[in-house]
């Protein structure tokens, strides 16, 4: 929790530049009013004294009444400012959380675990993510641990072999069926589950082994694992985690069985006998000591176990385990190259005298009032040494289903993936292998594994210059697109440059934790970040959750992009609230991840569709929603302006007061709604195969200043085309008896209805993809537009309410005139003809990835019809000779055309991925020692007898139908790139 971080209120980019747009708007309003009130002031002093005959001065002279007009404007004007935007935007991510919540693709059901939108605010950023830093163990892991091998005074058990002898790996064993497995039946407590092939350990078990039976009893000791005893003589264990778990549950397969614990003893089942150790202390873990030791009494012999981080534990051994550290080292190296997660075992034996010296020394610490936790810190350090090496052990923990092709879809997407573990370098190196985060294509892989200060900064500077010197640029040229905050940003030919430069060198960078420290110093920390961002993979081992945060927090101080971090651990809290936006993976490590988070699933692999189909669409539904949404804001209002000219600046509505109230909830709020919530310009199977498709949300091609400048000058020359045509269309338009057609209210209603129109009709032009709501939301608003202004402008509602429906008769004269009903599809067509020219001159010349995209998608939609319409269908099954001819009638065509001619696709493989472990069998949490000590946490069997079981059975069968669905062939080829995209 020390390590967890200040929760920080997340806002989107869009959030920010929304609020800047509208306070421009604001100040846009300002100037419109004070224009207004100007010519105000002029039209009173010049032409306002010819009418004060009938409309005299209220105020003594022209200057107040321009005063007040200012304020009249602001009302009158007031719907430039979208108040509203702030709801709708609000509504629309609700519906996208809902579609994030209710995607059946995204249920994990071994879990019964769904995904899950924890925010409603950040939806539309995860279509922006440009750094994903991600945790390991449980992440990318599956987090269910099994002991693997183990090495014993020098002498490594746990290989795998065939008849012949010959050692095969894990993953080939299901060449070799006929190797046996070591029969651990004759044990009473033995696990069914429990698999291990190399009979040699088992022998020096029962052959009675002394450094044998010490490594196995330090793990049936050296832990905080709590024991439950069923009614039916069954034994489970509750672990902290699942490594602690397998530890223990190996020891109790070869004999060594944990039983029992109470404050102070623990009981074990050694061989079918039972021992009884007095518990004096538990060293517990943390993320600093990296290592745990219990202090135990048997037979007024007092011992020391303990198990922690190589690095660690061989530090504090004796003189007498130099050679045997020596051999270790080496079976580590070959453990974690292996990807398993190692840990190395250690004990010592201690005098009484020098214990009840030290333990008095301990209680005095534990019980300062000051500096409590370095006193404590410093004799556990004093007791912690001179040591015997026993051993070390290699858990496996496999990928889980789908990450190295999920990474692969990510990274062609322009997503830039950080793996930050506090796993050993080697095992870190495996693990980015296999899940190809690692290639053997890559120019070079950069270890930084330096201690010392000035090393570090040399090797970071050399890295730099290295890549540098590669890629054939200078120095001074700094990433990529996304350039450092303190640079030029103007230099756009070099930063085209770098991007192709980027596809064609690869680099990565692995760092250690011991070199992180110094490499995030603020004097070196920027060139550690531009060498970091030349390299398409960094990998951070050995790091602990501070420096997981303060890596985020680098990557956000000095570049202006969109970080993710995903993790499924306490120790990943930090990380997560220090990113943008922050996933939580319901995992074996609790629910402090997915309480801390922002989204959260069950499976790593769920990440690729939350970003590149969820993300990009949320988005890109965001992106037309808001630019739609301020054209038709200003398209609307800037009519009363242009009105001002022609009503001397008295601040008259050219619209009915109803129609500016019913104009943003009821004839064009709907349609905007349903584009915000239902509108895909391409399919969920196209946003994966193409991840190239979300690299325009990165660089907010989609919605910035240009484009709402667009969206302004869009509706500024609607506005302008609607007031002048209507008003030069119905000048001099006559009765049948010569008086006047046109009257103010006539023209604001003939003006209300083409904005309507126009402005519906363009939102019909936008939607790429419709649906029933769609159809239903724009025209319904075109009809309720036409039953209301029929039942507002009635004689009836006159009478009964003549002081507020004042346009009385209007749309009735309106539809009576036939200028009306042809000018209404000229201001159609002038409006929205060169819009839909523009865009299919666009589509032919320079079409956009996603409209060569969405043409593919039609094409595909067209050929699958055509294939299903030319089944062969068999009309008779008949034998006609000896030979067995068959009598069939195809109803089309022999031969399907294809429909993939014109594409070419790089297929992705979607086999199963090697096994690939993962290393450091540590958890950065602090355990449970100091509750066990204290007598917080009881033995279960001193808890209460006949506890009921529940039965509930698991609410799955709703969701089964989509287990684990994920993408299939059809859907899941290969993101290609622009140029290869041929349509």
Same mark, same amino acid.
């Given at each position: 929790?020390?390590?967890?971080?200040?929760?920080?209120?997340?806002?989107?980019?869009?959030?920010?530049?929304?609020?800047?747009l509208?306070?421009?708007?604001?100040?846009?309003?300002?100037?419109?009013?004070?224009?207004?009130s100007?010519?105000?002031?002029?039209?009173?002093?010049?032409y306002?004294?010819d009418?004060?005959?009938?409309?005299?001065?209220?105020?003594?002279?022209?200057?107040?009444i321009a005063?007040?007009?200012?304020?009249?404007?602001?009302?009158?004007?007031?719907?430039?400012?979208?108040?509203?935007l702030?709801?709708t935007?609000?509504?629309?991510?609700?519906?996208?959380?809902?579609?994030?919540?209710?995607?059946?693709?995204?249920?994990y059901?071994?879990?019964d675990?769904?995904?899950?939108?924890?925010?409603?605010?950040?939806?539309?950023?995860?279509?922006?993510?440009?750094?994903?830093?991600?945790?390991?163990?449980?992440?990318?892991?599956?987090?269910?641990?099994?002991?693997?091998?183990?090495?014993i005074?020098?002498?490594?058990?746990?290989?795998?072999?065939?008849?012949?002898?010959?050692?095969?790996?894990?993953d080939?064993?299901?060449?070799?069926?006929?190797?046996?497995?070591?029969?651990?039946?004759?044990n009473?407590?033995?696990?069914?589950?429990?698999?291990?092939?190399?009979?040699?350990?088992?022998?020096?078990?029962?052959?009675?082994d002394?450094?044998?039976?010490?490594?196995?009893?330090?793990?049936?000791?050296?832990?905080?694992?709590?024991?439950?005893h069923?009614?039916?003589?069954?034994?489970t264990?509750?672990?902290?985690s699942?490594?602690?778990?397998?530890?223990?549950?190996?020891?109790?397969?070869?004999?060594?069985?944990?039983?029992s614990?109470?404050?102070?003893?623990?009981t074990?089942d050694?061989?079918?006998?039972?021992?009884?150790?007095?518990l004096?202390q538990?060293?517990?873990?943390?993320?600093?000591?990296?290592?745990?030791?219990?202090?135990?009494?048997?037979?007024?012999?007092?011992?020391?176990?303990c198990?922690?981080?190589?690095?660690?534990?061989?530090e504090?051994?004796?003189?007498?385990?130099?050679?045997?550290?020596?051999?270790?080292?080496?079976?580590?190296?070959?453990?974690?190259?292996?990807?398993?997660?190692?840990l190395?075992l250690?004990?010592?034996?201690?005098k009484?005298?020098?214990?009840?010296?030290?333990?008095l020394?301990?209680h005095?610490?534990?019980?300062?009032?000051?500096?409590?936790?370095?006193?404590?810190?410093?004799?556990?350090?004093?007791?912690?040494?001179?040591?015997l090496?026993?051993?070390?052990?290699?858990?496996?923990?496999?990928?889980q289903?789908?990450?190295? =092709?999920?990474?692969?879809?990510l990274?062609?997407?322009?997503?830039?993936v950080?793996?930050?573990t506090?796993d050993?370098?080697?095992?870190?190196?495996?693990?980015?292998?296999?899940?190809?985060?690692?290639?053997?294509q890559?120019?070079?892989?950069?270890?930084?594994?330096?201690?010392?200060?000035?090393?570090?900064?040399?090797?970071?500077?050399?890295?730099?210059?290295?890549?540098?010197?590669?890629m054939?640029?200078?120095?001074?040229?700094?990433?990529?697109?996304?350039d450092?905050?303190d640079e030029?940003?103007?230099?756009?030919d070099d930063?085209?440059?770098l991007? =192709?430069?980027?596809?064609?060198?690869?680099?990565?960078?692995?760092i250690?934790?011991?070199?992180?420290?110094?490499?995030?110093?603020?004097?070196?920390?920027?060139?550690?970040?531009e060498?970091?961002?030349?390299?398409?993979?960094?990998?951070?081992?050995?790091?602990?959750?501070?420096?997981?945060?303060?890596?985020v927090?680098?990557?956000?101080?000095?570049?202006k992009?969109?970080?993710?971090?995903?993790?499924?651990?306490a120790?990943?809290?930090?990380?997560?609230?220090?990113?943008h936006?922050g996933v939580g993976?319901?995992?074996?490590?609790?629910?402090?991840?997915?309480?801390?988070?922002?989204?959260?699933?069950?499976?790593?692999?769920?990440?690729?569709?939350?970003?590149l189909?969820?993300?990009?669409?949320?988005?890109?539904?965001?992106?037309?929603?808001?630019?739609?949404?301020?054209?038709?804001?200003?398209?609307?209002t800037?009519?009363?302006?242009?009105?001002?000219?022609?009503?001397?600046?008295s601040?008259?509505?050219v619209?009915?007061?109803?129609?500016?109230?019913?104009?943003?909830?009821?004839?064009?709020?709907l349609?905007?709604?349903?584009?915000?919530?239902?509108?895909?310009d391409?399919?969920?199977?196209?946003?994966?195969?193409?991840?190239?498709?979300?690299?325009?949300? =990165?660089?907010?091609?989609?919605?910035?200043?240009?484009?709402?400048?667009?969206?302004?000058?869009?509706?500024?020359?609607?506005?302008?085309?609607?007031?002048?045509?209507?008003?030069?269309?119905f000048l001099d338009?006559?009765?049948?008896?010569g008086?006047?057609?046109?009257?103010?209210?006539?023209?604001?209603?003939?003006?209300?209805?083409?904005l309507?129109?126009?402005?519906?009709?363009?939102?019909?032009?936008?939607?790429?993809?419709?649906?029933?709501?769609?159809?239903?939301?724009?025209w319904?608003?075109?009809?309720s537009?036409?039953?209301?202004?029929?039942?507002?402008?009635?004689?009836?509602?006159?009478?009964?309410?003549?002081a507020?429906f004042?346009?009385?008769?209007?749309?009735?004269?309106?539809?009576?005139?036939p200028?009306?009903?042809?000018?209404?599809?000229?201001?159609?067509?002038?409006?929205?003809?060169?819009?839909?020219?523009?865009?299919?001159?666009a589509?032919?010349?320079?079409?956009?990835?996603?409209?060569?995209?969405?043409?593919?998608?039609?094409?595909?939609?067209?050929?699958?019809k055509?294939?299903?319409?030319?089944?062969v269908?068999?009309?008779?099954?008949?034998?006609?000779?000896?030979?067995?001819?068959?009598?069939?009638?195809?109803?089309?065509?022999?031969?399907?055309?294809?429909?993939?001619?014109?594409i070419?696709?790089?297929?992705?493989?979607?086999?199963?991925? =090697?096994?690939?472990?993962?290393?450091?069998?540590?958890?950065h949490?602090e355990?449970?020692?100091?509750?066990i000590?204290?007598g917080?946490?009881?033995?279960?069997?001193?808890?209460?007898?006949?506890?009921?079981?529940?039965?509930?059975?698991?609410?799955?069968?709703?969701?089964?139908?989509?287990?684990?669905?994920?993408?299939?062939?059809s859907?899941?080829?290969?993101?290609?790139?622009?140029e290869?995209l041929?349509?």
């Open positions: 929790m020390q390590n967890s971080g200040k929760s920080k209120f997340k806002r989107t980019s869009l959030d920010k530049l929304m609020n800047k509208v306070i421009s708007i604001f100040v846009l309003l300002l100037v419109i009013c004070l224009i207004c100007i010519c105000c002031s002029v039209w009173e002093y010049t306002g004294t009418f004060q005959v009938y409309l005299p001065w209220d105020q003594k002279n022209g200057a107040i005063t007040f007009n200012f304020f009249s404007y602001i009302i009158v004007l007031n719907t430039l400012v979208p108040i509203s702030y709801v935007v609000e509504l629309i991510r609700l519906f996208q959380s809902f579609w994030i919540n209710w995607d059946v693709k995204m249920y059901d071994e879990k675990c769904t995904a899950k939108a924890r925010t409603t605010t950040l939806n539309e950023e995860l279509g922006q993510i440009q750094y994903v830093f991600s945790d390991k163990t449980g992440t990318l892991t599956q987090n269910m641990m099994t002991f693997n091998k183990c090495s005074s020098g002498k490594k058990f746990g290989e795998l072999k065939n008849k012949a002898g010959e050692i095969v790996t894990v080939e064993m299901w060449k070799y069926k006929d190797t046996p497995k070591v029969d651990f039946s004759k009473k407590w033995y696990e069914e589950s429990f698999d291990f092939y190399d009979e040699t350990l088992k022998n020096g078990v029962d052959n009675g002394r450094q044998t039976w010490l490594f196995f009893r330090l793990l049936a000791l050296c832990h905080t694992v709590m024991a439950e069923g009614d039916d003589g069954s034994l264990y509750q672990a902290q699942p490594d602690e778990a397998a530890l223990v549950g190996a020891a109790r397969n070869f004999g060594f069985t944990f039983k614990r109470t404050p102070t003893t623990i074990i050694v061989q079918g006998r039972e021992d009884t150790y007095e004096l538990i060293l517990d873990f943390n993320n600093v000591r990296k290592r745990m030791s219990v202090i135990v009494r048997q037979n007024n012999r007092i011992k020391l176990f198990k922690g981080a190589d690095n660690v534990v061989f504090r051994l004796g003189e007498a385990s130099v050679f045997l550290q020596d051999v270790t080292q080496e079976h580590l190296n070959d453990f974690a190259n292996e990807g398993l997660r190692t190395v250690a004990m010592r034996d201690i009484d005298e020098e214990y009840n010296e030290w333990n020394r301990y005095e610490a534990s019980t300062a009032l000051k500096d409590r936790e370095e006193k404590v810190c410093a004799l556990q350090e004093e007791i912690e040494k001179d040591m090496l026993l051993g070390a052990t290699a858990i496996e923990d496999k990928l289903d789908g990450v190295p =092709q999920t990474i692969e879809n990274i062609k997407g322009n997503i830039k950080w793996v930050l506090g050993k370098q080697e095992t870190a190196i495996n693990i980015g292998y296999s899940c190809r985060l690692l290639t053997d890559f120019n070079e892989v950069f270890v930084i594994n330096q201690t010392e200060e000035e090393d570090v900064k040399q090797i970071v500077y050399d890295t730099l210059d290295k890549i540098c010197d590669t054939g640029i200078k120095n001074k040229m700094r990433c990529d697109e996304d450092i905050v030029d940003d103007d230099e756009e930063k085209k440059n991007e =192709q430069l980027a596809s064609i060198y690869s680099f990565a960078i692995v250690t934790g011991a070199s992180l420290v110094h490499a995030l110093q603020a004097d070196i920390e920027q060139i550690f970040l060498a970091a961002c030349f390299c398409k993979t960094i990998i951070c081992c050995r790091v602990t959750p501070l420096q997981k945060a303060q890596v927090n680098l990557v956000k101080k000095y570049k992009a969109v970080t993710l971090a995903i993790g499924d651990g120790n990943d809290v930090s990380m997560i609230k220090a990113a936006i993976i319901s995992g074996q490590e609790g629910m402090q991840a997915v309480l801390a988070s922002d989204f959260s699933f069950g499976q790593f692999r769920f990440l690729e569709r939350l970003l189909v969820h993300g990009r669409w949320s988005y890109v539904r965001m992106s037309k929603f808001l630019s739609y949404f301020f054209y038709k804001n200003f398209a609307f800037l009519s009363h302006f242009w009105f001002a000219f022609y009503c001397g600046f601040a008259m509505a619209y009915d007061q109803w129609f500016i109230t019913l104009y943003n909830i009821v004839f064009t709020s349609p905007v709604i349903a584009l915000g919530i239902f509108d895909q391409v399919n969920e199977d196209m946003c994966i195969r193409f991840p190239a498709l979300y690299k325009p949300g =990165q660089k907010n091609e989609y919605f910035n200043y240009w484009v709402f400048t667009k969206s302004v000058v869009a509706g500024t020359v609607t506005s302008l085309t609607l007031f002048f045509v209507c008003y030069g269309t338009v006559v009765n049948p008896d008086t006047p057609a046109g009257s103010q209210t006539t023209y604001g209603c003939v003006l209300a209805t083409m309507v129109l126009v402005v519906n009709f363009k939102m019909a032009m936008d939607t790429a993809y419709w649906t029933v709501f769609n159809h239903v939301c724009i319904l608003s075109i009809i537009y036409w039953i209301v202004v029929f039942i507002m402008y009635s004689d009836l509602m006159y009478e009964f309410f003549f507020i004042t346009f009385v008769g209007s749309a009735r004269v309106m539809c009576t005139m200028t009306f009903w042809f000018s209404m599809p000229l201001v159609c067509v002038i409006l929205l003809m060169p819009v839909a020219g523009k865009r299919a001159i589509m032919d010349v320079a079409p956009t990835l996603a409209e060569k995209v969405r043409i593919l998608q039609q094409q595909e939609a067209i050929q699958a055509e294939d299903k319409d030319n089944v269908e068999l009309k008779a099954f008949k034998r006609t000779d000896d030979e067995g001819s068959i009598n069939g009638k195809v109803t089309k065509k022999d031969k399907p055309r294809g429909h993939k001619d014109s070419r696709e790089d297929g992705i493989s979607r086999r199963r991925p =090697q096994s690939a472990g993962s290393g450091y069998a540590f958890s949490q355990g449970f020692g100091r509750m000590t204290s917080t946490i009881r033995d279960s069997q001193r808890r209460k007898k006949g506890r009921e079981k529940n039965g509930t059975a698991s609410s799955t069968e709703r969701r089964k139908s989509s287990a684990n669905s994920r993408d299939t062939d859907g899941r080829g290969s993101a290609l790139k622009d290869e041929i349509v």
